[in-house]
C-alpha cells in the first residue's frame, strides 16, 4: 500500500473505534484538523471535543488545567475548577503538542490512562471519565523515548491508532489536488466563487519548499482569494512575502527564454559503466536546463518536453533543481 492508502485505511480506523490516536506530523501538517474530524466522523460525534495545547501552558498551570483543583487547593484557587478531561467526558479530549509534556505530567497523565479515574488537586475524591485521547506532535516520540524525555509506557499508551502526516514536499504526486481542496475549503470560508489559478502561480506555488505546509498554503490561498477581483489568481494576488524570495529568479514573470535552434544546446557528460548513473547525469542537466530556459515554469517545461507535469515535478524535486 501507498502513503495515501495507509492514512485512508488508519484514519477509517480512527473514526470507526473508541481507541486512543496518535498523530504526528511537522507544524501546519493539518494535526489539529484531522483531530477534529475524527471525533465528528466517530461514535463520540454528540459529545465535547475539548481541545488543551500543552506547549501553550506553563508547567505551574498546566496540572489544574487537566485535573482542575478544589477551593483553596493553591494560593488563588478562590473557587471550585473542573479540568479538561473532565469537561471531556462522554467525549474527546484532543492534547497538541503531547511531546513538550513534562516528565512528571506524563507520569500524572499515565495514571488516568490505567485507571481512567483522576483526582482534581487539592481533593481526596476520585472521577471516573470516560473521554478518548486523541494526541498530536510534531516530535519523533521514539527518539525521545530512547533519550529519557518521554515515558515509553505513556508511548504505548497513545499509540494504539497511529497516523503519520507528511508534509507538503513529500506529497509532490498530490500538491495538484492540495491546492484544489485548499483553494475550495478557503473559499467557503470567504464565502467567495472558487477561482482560477494561473499557470505562473501554479509554478511558483509548486517550486516553493512550503516550510508552513498546509496552513501556509492556506493562508497564501486566503490573501489571494481576497486579492483577486478577475476571477484568475496571478501573481499580483499573492502576499508580498512570498513573493519577495523569487525576486533575484525573475519572480517568474519574465517571458520565456527562446529556445535555442539546436534545442538545450550541447553538453559534455563523464560516462560511467554504471548505466543509471549516467543516465541520472544526464536527465538532471537536461531538466535543468529546460528549466532555466522557461525562467522555472513548470507546467511549460512539462509540456514543452512531453512529460506529464506531476512525473516531471518528482523528479525535478528528486534531483534538488530549483531555479538558479
Known sequence: MNHSQIFLKQLSIAIESNSHVLITGQTGTGKSSLARQIHEEGKRRDGPFVVVNLATLHEGTLESELFGHER???????????????????????????GELSLRMQARLLEFFQSRRMTPLGSNREIGVDARVIAATHRNLQKAVSLGEFREDLFFRLRVISIALKSIKERSDEFDALVHTCLTDVSAQLGRPILRISEEVADALEMYDWPGNIRELKNVLECAVLSSSNGVITFDDLPIWFLEPESKNERLLGPASQILPEGLGVVELPLSFDFQETLERFQKEYFSRALRLNHG???????????????????????GLGLS
Open 297 to 319: 515554469r513548470i507546467s511549460r517545461t512539462a509540456r514543452q518536453i512531453g512529460l506529464n507535469k506531476t512525473t516531471f515535478l518528482r523528479r525535478v524535486r528528486a534531483y
Open 72 to 98: 483553596g487547593a493553591f494560593t488563588g484557587a478562590e473557587k471550585k475548577r473542573s479540568g479538561r478531561l473532565e469537561m471531556a467526558h462522554g467525549g474527546t479530549l484532543f492534547l497538541d503538542e503531547v
